[in-house]
């Protein structure tokens, strides 16, 4: 279920482009822009399992290596799902990590993303919570981060929250995002 692999981070870059860059930007790069429906879809998604009746997820699922997709469990489904949900949310592929950016600089002193909502995210009990508060931060961060740095990290939290055995506290998503988050507010405060 791993996205770490290069082709399929490749894959998903990919589809992210078709949403969201222009034809002359998409023909540079020999890729055909998507529907607008489809990226519209999954925005008013209200749910996981709407998510993935859209055309919007099909066509990822579908460009996916048969490896991930033959021998798919429910929960990959639902993972993939969340990745495309989220994605739309992402309006400009930067080098930000999702942490970094709610952690940093607002308009004022605070982080963009306060703690609480932060701590909300990290706490999500189950993947409809954590879809609806992850949409909410790229919202708030206006959608500025990395595609496949977010769908290795989403794939992450569902490798987690699947999990029989409790993965080691420090390679924990919640952890990762946790350091990430207070080092760019850490950064905000000194400047």
Same mark, same amino acid.
């Given at each position: 279920?791993?996205? !770490?692999?290069?082709?399929?981070?490749?894959?998903?870059?990919?589809?992210?482009?078709?949403?969201?860059?222009?034809?002359?930007?998409?023909?540079?790069?020999?890729?055909?822009?998507?529907?607008?429906?489809?990226?519209?879809?999954? !925005?008013?998604?209200?749910?996981?399992?709407?998510?993935?009746?859209?055309?919007?997820?099909?066509?990822?699922?579908?460009?996916?290596?048969?490896?991930?997709?033959?021998?798919?469990?429910?929960?990959?489904?639902?993972?993939?799902?969340?990745?495309?949900?989220?994605?739309?949310?992402?309006? &400009?592929?930067?080098?930000?990590?999702?942490?970094?950016?709610?952690? &940093?600089?607002?308009?004022? &002193?605070?982080?963009?993303? &306060?703690?609480?909502?932060?701590?909300?995210?990290?706490?999500?009990?189950?993947?409809?919570?954590?879809?609806?508060?992850?949409?909410?931060?790229?919202?708030?961060?206006?959608?500025?981060?990395?595609?496949?740095?977010?769908?290795?990290?989403?794939?992450?939290?569902?490798?987690?929250?699947?999990?029989?055995?409790?993965?080691?506290?420090? !390679?924990?998503?919640?952890?990762?995002?946790?350091?990430?988050?207070?080092?760019?507010?850490?950064?905000?405060? !000194?400047?």
């Amino acid at each position: 279920m791993k996205t !770490k692999d290069n082709e399929t981070e490749l894959l998903v870059l990919r589809w992210w482009q078709s949403m969201f860059l222009s034809p002359a930007e998409l023909k540079e790069n020999n890729n055909f822009p998507a529907s607008t429906a489809q990226k519209a879809q999954l !925005k008013r998604c209200e749910s996981i399992d709407a998510a993935m009746l859209s055309e919007g997820f099909r066509t990822l699922w579908f460009a996916l290596p048969e490896s991930l997709t033959e021998f798919a469990k429910p929960s990959d489904l639902e993972c993939w799902a969340t990745i495309a949900a989220a994605l739309v949310h992402v309006k &400009s592929n930067s080098k930000n990590k999702l942490a970094a950016a709610a952690g &940093s600089k607002g308009d004022g &002193s605070k982080s963009i993303v &306060s703690e609480l909502r932060f701590a909300q995210l990290q706490g999500a009990k189950t993947p409809e919570d954590f879809l609806r508060r992850l949409r909410r931060i790229l919202q708030q961060i206006k959608g500025d981060v990395s595609v496949t740095v977010l769908a290795n990290d989403i794939q992450q939290w569902f490798s987690e929250y699947y999990a029989l055995m409790p993965r080691k506290a420090d !390679k924990r998503i919640a952890v990762r995002w946790a350091m990430d988050y207070y080092q760019a507010a850490s950064m905000t405060a !000194k400047k």
